[in-house]
């Protein structure tokens, strides 16, 4: 939510791209009053005089009225920061890129409302399969507490330790049980503040994304977009107790960010991002080839891009935690590789790996995994083609991280962190709504299988 989606006018002049507002009104007024005294005195004959003057005149006057106008907007929505004078010193200019005020526009309303309302789907339609299904009366928080949740809201409550179970916690990253802490310090619970949190993170991750997206796309493919993310089969993660719709948000908030060239926020955004989930490394490089792109346009370097190197900042603060608890900085990769057999290997391997359990194990563990590992790889190659590059970069890391392990899991999940995904889906949606309408009720019917699962306790990524 810190930025604004760019508005066109295509019958108005946009006025305010540099410079002082006041200053460029008059100028072109000037303008306008000598090309019509010329054009009058000229070209104007007797008879057609006066009826020219008072066209001229007309026209005139429409035109700084329209100047006036777009002055009183400039400056309401502050355009001495947003389009500073050249006169001014380096320190204004440093401050000229950053957001100055943030809009609540109709598109954000429908957007919160479109996210709320599926999250009430999701809770109350899963809730009520494990009560039907399994005749089962289980506590809200017992239904939405499984698996990593519970690391979190341990860590919310206890913090990090270095003894008895407790110490395989260490591999989770401690943003996300930070904000947890502190968001229960104000409701006194734990599990409600973790649903807090998540929920408004997940509202931020689709707003941030809707205006990333209207940079390049049309409105509806920006709210496809939305739509498929929200409808992903394991969507039902960006509403409990894990760390997905945070990581969403501040990745895509410093995608955005970088694209508005708000590199300084850019910078802090990886940095949190990078105290999030480990893939937050991903955007060193992905925000590289985003320097890259707009250094391509314009041929001149930007002592902003320094920010990136920002982003190692988060991992880094992650380190000290890991000494400070344990007396080793990598102690973190040691428990991943004894406790969840995460050792780092080539990707064939971990994606051999997944197709030997297909016949060997459960359909979650083996072929669900295989079919979103070979859905994942067939949109970073198209990613490729249709997007961006810094898309395409952030979906080859990640998906080379995801499967580069000797033991691949839970990748529908992790699935939710590529949010090109999404994008691609909505463009296919808006081209061939056929092809929309079948994406939409498989993606549908395997968030309500996915989430009962969950919410049943039975493993389900």
């Known amino acids: 939510m810190f930025f604004n989606s ?6 108005e002049p946009n006025v305010g791209a540099g410079g002082s507002q006041q200053g460029r009104s008059v100028e072109r007024a000037r303008g306008r009053t000598g090309d019509s005294t010329f054009t009058t005195i000229g070209f104007a004959n007797d008879t057609g005089e006066s009826l020219t003057k008072s066209t001229n005149s007309t026209l005139q006057a429409r035109d ?18 947003n389009h500073p004078d050249p006169a001014l010193g380096p320190k204004a200019k440093r401050f000229a890129s950053w957001p100055t ?11 919160t409302f479109l996210i709320i309302a599926l999250k009430a789907l999701v809770f109350v339609t899963a809730a009520l399969s494990v009560g039907t299904l399994f005749d089962s009366k289980e506590g809200w928080s017992t239904l939405w507490s499984r698996w990593d949740a519970v690391h979190y809201l341990r860590l919310a409550e206890d913090g990090y330790t270095a003894v008895g179970e407790g110490r395989f916690s260490i591999v989770f990253y401690p943003l996300y049980p930070w904000l947890i802490r502190a968001v229960a310090f104000v409701c006194q619970n734990y599990f409600t503040a973790a649903l807090l949190v998540s929920g408004a993170a997940s509202i931020c991750a689709g707003l941030l994304l809707r205006r990333l997206v209207e940079l390049d796309q049309s409105t509806r493919v920006a709210q496809g977009t939305i739509w498929f993310l929200f409808i992903f089969p394991t969507a039902h993660f960006l509403h409990i107790g894990y760390s997905e719709s945070l990581f969403i948000a501040l990745v895509v908030g410093c995608m955005l960010a970088a694209r508005k060239e708000a590199w300084a926020i850019a910078g802090v955004l990886s940095a949190l991002a990078c105290l999030t989930r480990v ?8 925000l590289l080839v985003e320097a890259w792109l707009q250094y391509s346009r314009t041929r001149r370097l930007d002592w902003r891009w320094l920010w990136i190197g920002a982003s190692g900042l988060g991992f ?13 900085p990598f102690a973190f990769s040691k428990i991943m590789e004894e406790h969840w057999y995460k050792k780092v290997t080539s990707p064939w391997i971990g994606v051999y790996g997944v197709w030997q359990r297909i016949p060997n194990f459960n359909l979650t563990e083996g072929l669900h995994e295989f079919i979103f590992i070979i859905f994942s790889l067939v949109c970073t190659v198209w990613s490729w083609i249709k997007l961006r590059p810094s898309y395409a970069v952030w979906m080859t890391l990640n998906w080379l991280l995801i499967t580069g392990t000797a033991f691949v899991v839970s990748v529908p999940r992790y699935c ?3 949010f090109p995904i999404f994008i691609l889906l909505a463009r296919m949606s808006a081209r061939r ?7 939409t009720a498989t993606s549908l019917l395997l ?6 699962k969950f919410a049943h306790g039975t493993w389900a990524f």
């Not at 760019?6 to 019958?11: I, L, N």
């Not at 709504?433 to 994406?439: E, M, Q, S, T, V």
């Not at 968030?447 to 009962?452: I, S, V, Y």
């Open 6 to 11: 760019p508005t066109h006018s295509t019958d």
């Open 64 to 81: 700084q009225s329209i100047d006036a106008r777009f002055a009183f907007q400039e400056l309401e929505a502050g355009s001495a920061i």
């Open 101 to 111: 005020r943030v809009r609540w526009s109709p598109a954000d309303r429908e957007t």
């Open 279 to 286: 893939n937050g490394l991903v955007l060193i490089p992905t």
């Open 316 to 328: 880094i603060a992650y380190l000290l935690l890991n000494y400070r608890v344990t007396g080793d």
């Open 416 to 418: 939710l962190t590529l």
């Open 433 to 439: 709504p056929l092809a929309g309408y079948i994406a």
């Open 447 to 452: 968030l309500a299988l996915f989430a009962t």
